[in-house]
């Protein structure tokens, strides 16, 4: 399972808060690709832009991740199993396409934060 961040926008499937947790389901890797649905970070509206920024990803086992206690981002990724980055993404109407050679991968073989 997938989820990503770019600065103002996050990449997953769909986000429920209830009080002050949240839960995030995450992107399916399927095959070798994966489709990332792109929200504003702080409206929660679909993101349409034409902007260039980076992206970092967190990979998961499971395909949800849950913020805890104040929403901390960090506190959803104590799951991951790895990390990946592009250092520029130019997006046209929302979307941007990334070969996996084209970023750098990190492992995390500890289980906790990559």
Do not use: H, K
Request: net charge neutral; aromatic share 12%; proline share 2%.
């Amino acid at each position: 399972m997938l989820g990503i961040g770019a600065g103002i926008a996050s990449g997953y499937q769909s986000f429920n808060m209830v009080g002050s947790m949240g839960s995030y389901t995450l992107c399916l890797i399927s095959n070798g690709s994966v489709s990332v649905p792109m929200w504003i970070s702080t409206s929660g509206v679909r993101y349409s832009g034409n902007d260039t920024g980076y992206i970092t990803g967190y990979i998961f086992n499971d395909n949800t991740a849950s913020t805890i206690g104040n929403g901390s981002t960090s506190a959803s990724l104590s799951g991951a199993i790895g990390s990946f980055y592009f250092l520029s993404v130019t997006f046209s109407n929302g979307s941007a396409t990334r070969s996996w050679s084209e970023g750098i991968y990190r492992a995390n073989n500890s289980g906790g934060n990559p």
